[in-house]
């Protein structure tokens, strides 16, 4: 008798197993998501209760290295690149670019020249060339042609439109007759008021306070849409933030002349282009100028930037220490906060969190480079990854295929392995849907014993025992 149960339990189990196997949802869709400006320790000054929710159902991972400079356009190509700036080609937020002769600043039009872009192909131009959709709301660089394309679905950058509608942008794309396969969606705070206020400040404690109520209601609408177990979503950022003050400035016009350079790019990597003639002049000038600024000919800049080998890179850069602040003239005023400093420094690293079918559950790992993103997304999208700068070896580890147990996210194998009980509402809908099959099975199963009962009377193959072990608790379940 005992053995008989054993069987029907083995035929169940496998049956279950390979249904649920089969009718898994499909695991090859990515939302990425990037908050402007969350620096990783944000996540800690106040309750952030939906990043925590994140964290313990999905993977964290402590410390990201983002790239040099730690700006937001340069950070947000190299994440859907995986190239550093000086491959990907957008060097900066404002470049010039001598041979092309033409300049490119995110206060302008201009960064809609396709131009400037093409250094890399994006995400989502190789996600459509292998035949899949993509679709972007807002994140840089997504309204604009690159390579003669633009996402299959995008907005137009417009900050005043509200996170809900571009949530909802994005939940009618996934949940389309013909859905997409990879969302894109950017947030322009925290950056802005870490901006304006300085990250020490006690008020970016409601500023990053809503920001969790907005990841709270995308959970909530990702759910809703019964997206939520089916997608694997990517909370990452660009950079940083770190405090400045008005005693910590270095003012150029203390030590150069106006009229012999160009500023490119201000702070706190001043891009300096001097005028035909004047490159010695200028350099000698700013080299010793401060203790807190370092000066470097292009040739000089460290390897460890990957900074070097691009035009757009000017003659002489000039970097500020940690929180000092670079203007050409005391008058023209400072933010409290800003970044853009060296990629090494903590203060410049971005969150990074991720939760989805392919991820592991209540993971931590230390750390990570953003350059190892796009292949892991690439991975995720099952398709091929342009040549890049990161590592999919280096981040394979958050992925739940690599997890002690082979199959660790279906849903029989939780039941297999007995206790584990959904919690909250993580688990609710794979949950009703697995009983679903459950029972589905049970019925099938009915009458497959019926059949077979008299075939297992006397000889139960050595088979039924080595199952057992498996089988049993979920008799018990
Ligand atoms: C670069 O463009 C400017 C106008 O933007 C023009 O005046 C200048 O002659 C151009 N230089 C070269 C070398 O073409
Ligand atoms: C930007 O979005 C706001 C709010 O939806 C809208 O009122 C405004 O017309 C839009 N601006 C442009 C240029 O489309
Ligand atoms: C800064 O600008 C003001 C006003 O334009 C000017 O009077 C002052 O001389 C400038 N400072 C320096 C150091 O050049
Ligand atoms: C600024 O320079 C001074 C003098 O060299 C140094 O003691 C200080 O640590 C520097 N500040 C930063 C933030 O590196
Ligand atoms: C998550 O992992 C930590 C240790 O890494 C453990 O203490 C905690 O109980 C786990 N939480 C859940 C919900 O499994
Ligand atoms: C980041 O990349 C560098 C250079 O490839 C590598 O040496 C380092 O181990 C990587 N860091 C992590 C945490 O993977
Ligand atoms: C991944 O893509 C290849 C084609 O590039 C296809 O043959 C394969 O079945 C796909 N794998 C999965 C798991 O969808
Ligand atoms: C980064 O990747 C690009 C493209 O494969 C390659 O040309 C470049 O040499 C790489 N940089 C480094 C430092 O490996
Ligand atoms: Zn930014």
Excluded at 119 to 131: D, F, L, M, S, Y
Excluded at 237 to 266: A, F, N, P, W
Excluded at 277 to 287: C, H, P, Q, S, T
Excluded at 360 to 365: A, H, I, V
Aim: proline fraction near 6%; include cysteine.
């Amino acid at each position: 008798m005992t053995s008989k149960l054993h069987w029907v339990a083995f035929i169940l189990a496998a049956l279950t197993f390979s249904i649920a196997f089969s009718l898994q949802p499909d695991q090859h869709k990515v939302l990425l998501i990037s908050f402007d400006g969350f620096r990783w320790d944000y996540l800690y000054r106040v309750p952030t209760p939906h990043f925590h929710y994140v964290m313990k159902y999905g993977v964290h991972v402590k410390q990201v290295t983002n790239i040099f400079i730690t700006k937001t356009y340069p950070n947000h190509y190299t994440l859907v690149t995986g190239l550093f700036a000086e491959n990907h080609g957008i060097v900066a937020n404002d470049m010039f670019d001598p041979i092309l002769n033409k300049s490119f600043s995110l206060d302008h039009m201009n960064i809609y020249d396709s131009e400037f872009w093409e250094g890399a192909t994006p995400i989502w131009i190789t996600n459509q060339k292998a035949g899949h959709t993509s679709g972007a709301a807002m994140w840089p660089g997504t309204d604009v042609k690159i390579h003669q394309s633009f996402p299959s679905h995008y907005m137009l950058y417009n900050e005043s439109v509200s996170f809900e509608e571009r949530v909802a942008k994005i939940i009618e794309w996934f949940t389309s007759e013909e859905p997409i396969n990879l969302g894109l969606l950017y947030w322009e705070e925290p950056d802005d008021m870490g901006h304006r206020l300085g990250p020490d400040s006690p008020l970016m404690g409601p500023v990053i306070s809503d920001i969790d109520k907005k990841l709270g209601y995308l959970i909530q609408m990702l759910k809703k849409a019964k997206l939520w177990n089916t997608l694997n979503i990517i909370i990452t950022s660009d950079h940083g933030m770190t405090q400045c003050s008005e005693e910590r400035v270095i003012e150029l016009d203390q030590y150069l002349d106006k009229d012999h350079y160009i500023l490119i790019d201000q702070s706190p990597v001043a891009a300096i282009l001097p005028k035909e003639g004047k490159f010695d002049e200028v350099y000698e000038a700013l080299a010793h100028a401060h203790p807190n600024l370092t000066v470097y000919k292009k040739e000089e800049i460290p390897e460890r930037w990957h900074y070097k080998y691009n035009n757009r890179v000017q003659p002489i850069i000039a970097v500020a220490d940690e929180g000092w602040y670079i203007l050409q003239n005391k008058s023209d005023g400072l933010m409290l906060g800003n970044h853009g400093y060296d990629n090494a420094l903590a203060e410049m690293h971005p969150i990074f969190l991720a939760h989805g079918p392919a991820f592991r559950k209540n993971f931590t790992k230390e750390a990570m480079n953003s350059t190892d993103l796009y292949p892991l997304i690439c991975h995720l999208l099952n398709i091929t990854a342009m040549p890049h700068n990161g590592s999919l070896g280096h981040v394979q580890d958050l992925l739940s295929s690599t997890a002690p147990r082979a199959i660790p996210h279906t849903q029989s194998t939780t039941l297999l392995h007995g206790g584990v009980k959904p919690r909250e509402n993580e688990q609710e809908e794979s949950y009703a849907y697995f009983i679903g099959v459950s029972l589905g099975s049970i019925v099938v199963i009915v009458f497959f014993i019926v059949f077979i009962k008299h075939l297992i009377r006397s000889q139960i193959p050595a088979l039924s025992d080595m199952q057992a072990e498996i089988a049993q608790p979920l008799l018990q379940a």
